[in-house]
Structures are given as structure tokens and as C-alpha cells.
């Protein structure tokens, strides 16, 4: 039976989002425009992070650069408010949603029947952020130069390098720091094969056979939402069950 692997986990994400990447571009604007909105269109770090998704998913400049003065002139998404919802899956699986809307009644009631339909259950607030913490994270593909990356992330201000079981690694840094990671990583000739600001869990739950398909399936439905601009959760799910998804 395969094992749990982070870069599993990993690659089985990103081949999500690249199937849905219609929608992916919707989010990816409605975050710029808010971004924008909130912070300006100079020296904004939160901005430069949604530009650094779109340019992942291969948004053209003259797109971004239409949602960015949509943010700024105070355009179509200017009613969107930001909020976050949190629960529990099946299994004692920790999730938290990020969502953007102008709509929060609907937004609620849609994420509430994934929750519920799932058999999980939509917490209060609190109920499981304290199990996260926000980074800047970056995964660099197995046989990368571990002293290579340690150099140019420590000089940025990372905290932390972890090599995976599998030979990948995992960099993390502050938020605060995370463009200046990516510039140092840049200059060195290094490229991550994914790199984000993220919420990442303080423990992990490991989950096999039908309790993965489970979650699995609801997570689905979250980031199916288009309200919903990210879903965290704590799971760990062996290959087996990636496998058993289509990864």
C-alpha cells in the first residue's frame, strides 16, 4: 500500500486547480481587484501575492493589470466583503474556508450543505484557525539542491527547510517576507513547482480508503463554490486514495 507524501498531496492539488482553471481565473481576479481595493496598486505585498498566482496559472499582464484598476477605481467588486468559515470533516479532519462575497447569506448556506452533505460540521469562529498558522511556503520538486535553496532562503528570511521522506523540499517563511523569498530564489536559479502564502497546519490527520474519498470529495465542493477563494484543511491523504481520485 502507498504511503502518505506531501508531494503526492501537492501534485494531487495543483492538478486540481489546473482543472478547474475557468474558475481559477475568476478567483485569481476577484482577489486582485480586492487586493487592489484595499491596498493600492503600489508597495502592496498582498497584491504581489495574487499577481504571482495569476502569472502561475498563465493570466495574461493586460488582464491583471484590468483588475488591478478595477480594484483601484473602485469597480464592480467593491461590495465584496471578505470572510472565513471553519468545521470539522469526517475523521477529526480540520478545515478552513476563505471566501469573498456579496452575498454572505448565500455564501453561508452553500457552504454549510458541503459541510453537512459530507457529514462534517460548520463550526464557530476559532473553532479550528488556532490549528493553523499562516507561511509563505515553497515545494521544490525531488533532486533539487537542498544547500542551494537553505542559502538563498535564509538570506531572505526564511525560518525553516524540511526534506520530505519522497526527496522533495518544503521551504517556509514569514508572509511578510514572502516576496523577497521569491526574488532571492529567483536570482539564484531556482524554481519552485509551487509557491504560495498559505495556511499551513500545526498537525495533520491521516486518512485512507473511504474516509479520504470523503474528504476528498468535500473539499471538491468547497473550492467548487464561487464564493470560496481557498480551502485549508489538516488532512494527509495516502497515494493510494490520490490515486483513487484520478491524481
Known amino acids: ?48 501575492v495574487a499577481m504571482d498566482k ?19 477605481g473602485g469597480g464592480d467588486d467593491s461590495n465584496y466583503e471578505e470572510l472565513t468559515y471553519e468545521g470539522y470533516a469526517p475523521g477529526g479532519v480540520a478545515v478552513y474556508v476563505e471566501a469573498m462575497t456579496d452575498n454572505r447569506n448565500r455564501t453561508v448556506a452553500d457552504v454549510r450543505h458541503a459541510f453537512t452533505k459530507a457529514g462534517g460540521n460548520l463550526g464557530t469562529d476559532g473553532s479550528v484557525a488556532y490549528l493553523f498558522e499562516k507561511k509563505g511556503v515553497f515545494n521544490f520538486e525531488p533532486g533539487t539542491d537542498e544547500e542551494a535553496v537553505l542559502e538563498a532562503g535564509l538570506e531572505a528570511g526564511a525560518e525553516d527547510l524540511q526534506a520530505q521522506d ?29 509557491a504560495e502564502v498559505t495556511m499551513v497546519p500545526t498537525t ?11 474528504v476528498l470529495k468535500m473539499i471538491d465542493m468547497l473550492e467548487d463554490l464561487d ?8 488532512a494527509e491523504f495516502s497515494e493510494d486514495a490520490l490515486n483513487d481520485q484520478g491524481a
Open 54 to 72: 495569476a502569472f502561475a496559472i498563465n493570466m495574461k499582464k493586460d488582464t491583471i493589470e484590468k483588475a488591478i484598476q478595477r480594484g483601484v
Open 204 to 214: 495533520t490527520v491521516s486518512l485512507e480508503g473511504e474516509a479520504a474519498t470523503t
Open 1 to 48: 500500500m502507498a504511503g502518505h507524501s506531501k508531494w503526492a498531496n501537492i501534485k494531487h492539488r495543483k492538478a486540481a486547480q489546473d482543472a478547474k482553471r475557468g474558475k481559477m481565473f475568476t478567483k485569481v481576479i476577484r482577489e486582485i481587484t480586492v487586493a487592489a481595493r484595499a491596498g493600492g496598486a503600489d508597495d502592496n505585498p498582498r497584491l504581489r
Open 166 to 194: 519522497d526527496g522533495s523540499l518544503e521551504l517556509q517563511c514569514p508572509p511578510e517576507v514572502y516576496a523577497d523569498v521569491v526574488a532571492a530564489l529567483a536570482a539564484a536559479g531556482l524554481t519552485a513547482a509551487n
Open 227 to 234: 464564493d470560496v477563494q481557498n480551502v485549508y484543511s489538516n
